[in-house]
């Protein structure tokens, strides 16, 4: 099992999915409620009532306005986590508040910090696109039972696509084209770039896009330890010019793929997806096509990565992997978070918010 | 977990669940058979055959007279658990015999008694009201996915009447009104009392009794560690006279709720639930109406528990409660039970019957 | 449970099962990938890819020619389980190859050795009806979620058949009858053997063979430990002539029930039975017959055996069963096979293949 970084931002939701109704989420192993006040503000607190430990997410518990009731036996609580009410008294114990968690809404993501101290001026990383309006985004969020370790190799070597994903992403050359990687030790950032010249448009590329020749086709992965992974990926007709020296590339679509890597217990993750593009903006059908194209492509990783797990939970303890170049990215991702695993553990516990 | 207490009397069934078909049900992790012979005794025994342990419930064993015939290879068991037929020879083993438990048939319940030695002259706590020509009765059995504690702490605080259960038997004055508790620690017994002189009537009541008005409302609970839980229920319209000195109660309506509690392993448990009422005597509306509205009663706090021990399983060893006043009397009984268990265990294994 | 007996034959599939598709099997808790190539050679490899040990029988792994393609990224083995492609690079690591097991393709069968060390001139036992024009065969499959032990006890003693199976193959006088036992320790063979001279006919033969007077019922057992249960069955109406000096027995049916008992998990066993007769060759009705008897037999058996280990999950350390004379020959075959797994595991372990 790949340990758990804390101290660190993870995506919990979607801005979206947090509203007026009482939502539960685990994230580090953490049972976490989140809401939205009246005045729109997202409040995180521990989803686990002081009294009897109630799950607080469960029914009958509920908003009254601000506050959050337990649906059993009544203790409610402010949106700092202090208790102000419990049944049948006056006085209300001095212990009796919930943990809460910081959080930053950003990028269409509502981010919650994990940790033993304070967040003080680490900021979650950006992935601008999500929220922009030269972009149209489709997203969605699948749970994995498994390890998020496993989603982290997965993603890190897009080899893969020309095998699980042929038909919709993978082509030849994908498998074909050797990869260069790129470590950023100190920012925890691993970069692993694969630029094929001439290959196939893949379906998902060509119906979005329209190309129906051969294309050049740029994936540049720049994976945010633990938690954020970003895919820019440039595509053209074979022959188009590049990108100009101002960076502009009025000649190639652009897509980011953006995925929240969030482990939600030791062996499940949530897999929070989204397609940002710079083209065919609104257009509805696109959206939708590439919307049910992603969803088939993330169930087919879903599918492979819950096969996987069950394979990994019957292996006898020091079974062998074997890694080739391939693997560089997703090597150096473990080796990261290997190191922040152990930073994270080393941090002095200071009085939790 | 909340230790087991043995050497004590335990509802196994309702007697009209035992009859000529076998029953198994396991009884504080021991698994039972019960059946009732032709002439209408209820006899317990080990619900595994002595041979290879195939469960005596299990199809295709059967009765055979008042024999148990096992449905693998034929062992026959009397209703003293000597065994009286093996196959393929004449000569019986000698220890092959199936170890009994005594049994009271009382009040409607199947008592069993789980011990190291003979109950002696212990006999099971009473509830009358479930078998008297003064009441009517509705009842049932749900299995709990919990711990027993967690009906034990449920029922001994009904302030989440107001929560789990508005709607139908919680109102806001439950929540409100203090409790007295008396905990008498030689007879194992915990008394929890609500008196409430001016309440809103909950529709349990409301459409039972016929009552339109405002109510007086006492709630005395009685609870005899480990299984019964009585609770004493008074309804009265506001204004109408209170009992006599001679204990008669002619102005108002009386429910009695009885609950079997019973440990099945180390997390479940069976719920026994009634409802007997001195009042509508017969009539069936009413009955239907009660029997559903506790029914809906006891699956919240069923969905509640259920919820509650999967969270509690996820819980890092050394979590904390937070107790208040409403948890006087589960906290007491907690200490019962906790005396009774370490009693229990501390008991000389003499050779069980 | 029952230890493994390692540096043996077991029968793995049927070679129907065996063909263009992928099949995944774990015998004795090795995962096993099973496929036939394009001249019809059956090949037994390890089911997991050396990469990131994603099981090869899970779509989209598949066959390219005779070579087995990785789903995940592409690895691709040949028939001696060396790697001869990975993705992104020419180099193929020299390490990277699949554990194969030696196949032998015998009486309808698939076995394979597990071992430490090769087989040498060791064989599978023989069920020569399986595969012969003499006999009409019907068969399949049936997975349990039990230790194989509880099978071999089960078909070493056909007691149970009375109670069990009555109205399928159980009449009273199996249970009546006593057995002879011999064992072969050298050879690791128990018979059992049940002579009935005037028997019930129960209706799985009474509507095959088309006998409607009583008759004489020979069951003769022979386990060849670990894998291969044999019963000859013999049934003739009463009075009919026995078998002839030479050997011939032309006025008797014979059935020959064989079972396949292979040990899967800990805790799971695949069941494979059929059934071969020498009378009403090719007459499909009579085909069908046995075919729905038996299989309604050995669901039987499924469900009590599912049934009998949930129940012994439950048990606590060092309970205790009862054993008669009917369990001669499961205490026989309990200790050849205690004997054999020690055997195996005494085995100084060789290069495996
Ligand atoms: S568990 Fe929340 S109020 Fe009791
Ligand atoms: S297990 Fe009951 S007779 Fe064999
Ligand atoms: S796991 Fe098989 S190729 Fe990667």
């Known amino acids: 099992m790949t340990a758990f970084v804390r101290n660190q931002w993870y995506v919990a939701a979607y801005g979206r999915e947090v509203g007026r109704e009482l939502l539960g989420r685990t994230v580090l192993g953490e049972p976490i409620l989140l809401y939205r006040t009246e005045d729109g503000r997202t409040v995180a607190m521990s989803d686990r009532c002081v009294h009897r430990r109630f799950p607080l997410s469960q029914a009958p518990s509920r908003l009254t306005g601000d506050h959050v009731m337990c649906g059993y036996h009544g203790f409610t609580y402010g949106t700092d986590g202090v208790c102000v009410f419990v049944p049948g008294q006056q006085r209300i114990p001095r212990t009796a508040r919930l943990k809460t968690y910081p959080v930053i809404e950003q990028d269409s993501f509502v981010w919650v910090w994990i940790g033993d101290h304070e967040p003080g001026d680490v900021v979650p990383p950006r992935a601008p696109w999500m929220d922009s309006p030269d972009y149209t985004v489709v997203s969605g969020m699948e749970p994995i039972d498994g390890d998020y370790g496993l989603l982290v190799d997965n993603l890190l070597d897009l080899s893969h696509e020309t095998y699980l994903h042929g038909g919709y992403i993978g082509t030849p050359e994908v498998a074909q084209t050797p990869i260069t990687t790129e470590v950023d030790d100190a920012a925890g950032i691993v970069h692993v770039s694969r630029h094929m010249d001439d290959a196939e448009c893949p379906p998902f590329y060509a119906k979005s896009t329209g190309i129906e020749t051969r294309i ?138």
């Open 216 to 353: 050049t086709r740029w994936q540049d992965i720049e994976y945010h330890a633990p938690c954020l992974y970003l895919l820019h990926s440039r595509i053209a007709p074979v022959g188009a010019p590049g990108p100009g020296p101002d960076g502009s590339d009025p000649h190639a679509f652009h897509v980011e793929v953006v995925y929240g890597i969030t482990p939600s217990t030791e062996r499940t993750t949530y897999d929070f997806w989204a397609v940002a593009r710079d083209f065919a903006l609104g257009d509805e059908k696109v959206s939708e096509f590439l919307h049910t194209s992603n969803h088939t492509v993330v169930m087919q990783d879903v599918v492979a990565l819950n096969a996987l797990q069950k394979s990994l939970d019957t292996e006898k303890p020091g079974y062998q992997e074997l890694s080739i170049n391939i693997d560089t990215g997703g090597l150096a991702a473990r080796r990261i978070l290997a190191r922040l695993a152990q930073a994270g553990a080393d941090q002095p516990a200071t009085v939790a918010r």
